[in-house]
């Protein structure tokens, strides 16, 4: 695995499945009494957040201190960002601090990766959502909700996801995390369909390793996973839809379109819902719809990420908590 993880365009198949299992791993943690790892004791992770966030900042939190780690949190509202630092001399300041890992989440496309080859800093960079550009790991929690729910207990051949069908529908062109699944889950072997209105698909969407309909309900009941985005207004700057209402009828997922998903079929959101327009109460408090489990993968698979970053090479955790503790 890279030294990085700033793009899912740049895991293997391998790595991929390393960080899944891995994370499988993690997640038995939460089912112990003591809920946490001595494994990244002394180290320190920095969550470096020049955009607004709920669910990844506490996910990226959650899962360094269930790591044993050092954790610092920086959000740009409130720090000296606002008085006109660079990322340069915040990047400094951070490696005066003895970072060994930053997570960082900013407004322009390509920051983390400036970050990463900047000799800026020593740590690991990971890149927890940069623009409209990615946000890799969104997409792991996505592939290991799926693998959970779709295969279930048998998951971890490494094949898991090989045919199965996902359909991504909304805001294509603004979705850092579309990207980033359309990557991995090709990757994974999965077949990825975007569904969106004509405005909202990217430019050079031909070069993705997908296909593209403006047909929804004739994609739905051929899927296996429906993920459903949010249209991201604060990255509009222009009317890409007559109005919400349009929206919603076209595009959004209410109960009698998920009624025409096959069966086992599951819904996902990233998070934040805006129940009402791209996806209904209804749908999003059902039990197909997996937000929620999603939010408490995060944590796994960002624990697997943070550890494989920081070194670790072994499986992640001793069989029983006895040997956790010899292994100190
Ligand atoms: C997404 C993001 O920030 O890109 N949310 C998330 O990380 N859970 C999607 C969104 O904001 O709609």
Request: charge should be neutral; proline fraction near 5%; glycine fraction near 8%.
């Amino acid at each position: 695995m890279k030294r990085h993880l700033i793009s899912a365009a740049d895991l293997t198949r391998d790595d991929a499945v390393l960080i899944l299992d891995t994370a499988e791993e993690m997640a038995r943690v939460a089912d112990r009494p003591i809920k946490k790892l001595p494994t990244l004791r002394g180290r320190t992770v920095v969550n470096l957040f020049f955009e607004d966030s709920t669910r990844t900042r506490i996910s990226f939190e959650a899962a360094a201190k269930r790591l044993s780690a050092d954790v610092i949190n920086f959000s740009a509202k409130g720090s000296s960002v606002s008085k006109g630092e660079s990322l340069k001399d915040t990047a400094l300041t951070l490696e005066a601090m003895g970072a060994d890992a930053v997570v960082i989440r900013h407004g322009a496309s390509g920051a983390p990766y400036r970050l990463a080859t900047s000799g800026w800093i020593d740590g690991a960079v990971v890149n927890a959502g940069d623009g409209t550009h990615e946000h890799p790991t969104q997409a792991l929690l996505d592939a290991f909700t799926m693998r959970r729910r779709l295969v279930g207990a048998d998951a971890g051949t490494g094949r898991d996801l090989d045919g199965r069908r996902i359909t991504i529908v909304g805001d294509v062109l603004h979705s850092r995390v579309a990207r980033s699944n359309v990557h991995l889950l090709h990757t994974l072997g999965a077949e990825v369909t975007l569904v969106a209105p004509p405005t909202l698909v990217p430019i050079g969407v031909e070069q993705w390793p997908c296909e593209v309909s403006y047909d929804r309900d004739s994609v739905l009941p051929k899927s296996d996973a429906v993920m459903m985005l949010r249209v991201q207004r604060e990255r509009m700057n222009a009317a890409f839809f007559p109005t919400e209402r349009e929206y919603s009828r076209r595009y959004g997922l209410d109960g009698d379109r998920m009624a025409r998903m096959p069966e086992h079929a599951i819904v996902m959101h990233p998070g934040p819902m805006n129940r009402g327009m791209e996806i209904t109460a209804q749908v999003a408090d059902s039990d197909r719809c997996t937000a929620v489990e999603q939010v408490a993968n995060g944590v796994s698979t960002r624990m697997a990420v943070l550890y494989l970053l920081l070194g670790g090479n072994e499986s992640a955790i001793s069989p029983t908590p006895a040997r956790t503790e010899e292994s100190k």
